[in-house]
């Protein structure tokens, strides 16, 4: 249900970008790969507690999976993409979570008045 609100800005904010990689010959496969490849370095950032870093891995990724359908629909789709795409979606997603867990514990606060 709320895929029908986002995906149509989605499309017209990815569309430029999706076009001139098309016209340069970026494959979509090529960005899935990218994508896969930046989400899987967000998990030891957060294991590290690199948070900031994770963010931008994590929001690349996420910019790297919208392209590459996008991308993928300007011309002859690849036989297996979104195969793909679903795939390494399922290996990244899991693994930012367990990235959390792994990293350093949050600061802890004392409740109790100095005395």
């Known amino acids: 249900m709320i895929d029908a609100l986002i995906l149509p ?3 017209r904010v990815l569309h430029p970008l999706a076009s001139a990689l098309y016209r340069r010959g970026v494959a979509a496969d090529r960005i899935t790969l990218a994508g896969f490849a930046l989400g899987l370095l ?3 950032a957060l294991a590290l507690g690199w948070y900031g870093a994770a963010l931008v891995l994590i929001l ?3 910019l790297a999976d919208g392209l590459d359908g996008a991308v993928g629909g300007q011309g002859a789709p690849p036989a297996r993409g ?3 795409a679903i795939a390494r979606g399922l290996v990244v997603e899991p693994g930012v979570p367990r990235g959390v867990a792994l990293g350093p514990p949050p600061p802890q606060k004392s409740w109790r008045q100095p005395n």
């Open 42 to 44: 967000a998990v030891p």
């Open 82 to 84: 979104a195969v793909r």
């Open 9 to 11: 800005t989605q499309r």
């Open 60 to 62: 690349l990724n996420r």
